[in-house]
């Protein structure tokens, strides 16, 4: 079940490999998550002596959260992967100059996920290529429904 989705990312790069990483949250970000107060929009991975953050993705704290705990919505989150996973990524996004993205949170096993992705930029021709392609499909339903939903007249 997909929690938040970064849809940008799939216009905005080409995806090349995906993987699923677990997420270091707080308390209160688990109960604002299942609340829906979570955004990914502009969100990246970085990796920093090893290891893997998620930085960007916002999780909005509840106004219920307790007086004791001091919410940041922007906090930076650790991504838990496999050693041997995370430095495959790291000779990837080293040599070959690609971007680790998020591309949606989601639930397994009752644990929030997170799967990113590992892109290269498109460049702006492909961008609006991939704005035509959407076009077409879009008008291409347009005609298709025009033409089946008006009566023949034989």
């Not at 991975?45 to 007086?67: K, M, Q």
């Amino acid at each position: 079940m997909s929690i938040a989705e970064n849809r940008r990312a799939r216009f905005e790069y080409h995806i090349e490999e995906q993987y699923e990483a677990g997420i270091v949250l707080e308390g209160w970000e688990v109960k604002a998550i299942r609340a829906g107060q979570v955004q990914l929009p502009d969100g990246y991975v970085v990796i920093r002596e090893g290891e893997l953050f998620l930085i960007g993705c916002r999780i909005n704290p509840l106004r219920t959260a307790s007086t004791h705990v001091n919410p940041l919505a922007d906090r930076t989150k650790k991504l838990l992967m496999s050693r041997a996973d995370i430095r495959r990524l790291i000779g990837k996004v080293e040599q070959r100059g690609f971007t680790l993205i998020p591309l949606d949170l989601h639930y397994k096993n009752g644990r929030v996920k997170a799967q990113i992705a590992l892109a290269k930029g498109k460049a702006q021709h492909d961008k609006r290529e991939t704005e035509k392609k959407r076009d077409w499909e879009r008008e291409k339903g347009r005609l298709m429904r025009h033409t089946v939903s008006s009566p023949s007249k034989d």
